[in-house]
């Protein structure tokens, strides 16, 4: 098993590559503005969990997250062409509200200072 360190290496670049990729080479609408927020990969490398996000919110999530599925051995054959590994992980994707509930908080914040 790689320790944690590989680990964080491995997802790192599964991020960067998958980003990248997204950027230039993916031309489905469903997965325009899509922003790779996370990458985590399980200690066995079978699964690479990946937490995405987009400008719109979760208005788009759903759309998203098809569209991604849709795509996932087309990303998975591509990453793993450009990435070495023995066994490439398979490719999980969820939605991240992270950058939303910040938005929140932060006008939230905004309208207390506003207040005083």
């Known amino acids: 098993m790689p320790n944690t360190v590989r680990l964080q290496r491995i ?29 985590t990969v399980d200690r066995e490398l079978a699964y690479a969990n ?23 051995g087309f990303l998975r054959r591509e990453l793993s062409n450009r990435i070495d590994l023995r066994a490439f992980p398979r490719l999980r994707f969820h939605w991240d509200p992270t950058p939303e ?12 200072k506003k207040d005083e």
């Not at 987009?54 to 795509?71: D, F, N, P, T």
């Not at 509930?101 to 207390?112: G, Q, V």
């Open 11 to 39: 997802a790192d670049r599964i991020r960067e590559v998958l980003s990248e990729m997204l950027i230039k080479e993916i031309s489905d609408p469903r997965l325009e503005q899509v922003t790779i927020t996370d990458v």
């Open 101 to 112: 509930n910040a938005d929140h908080i932060e006008k939230l914040l905004y309208s207390l």
């Open 50 to 72: 990946i937490f995405v996000s987009c400008i719109e919110g979760s208005v788009r999530s759903k759309e998203i997250l098809v569209g991604l599925k849709h795509a996932s």
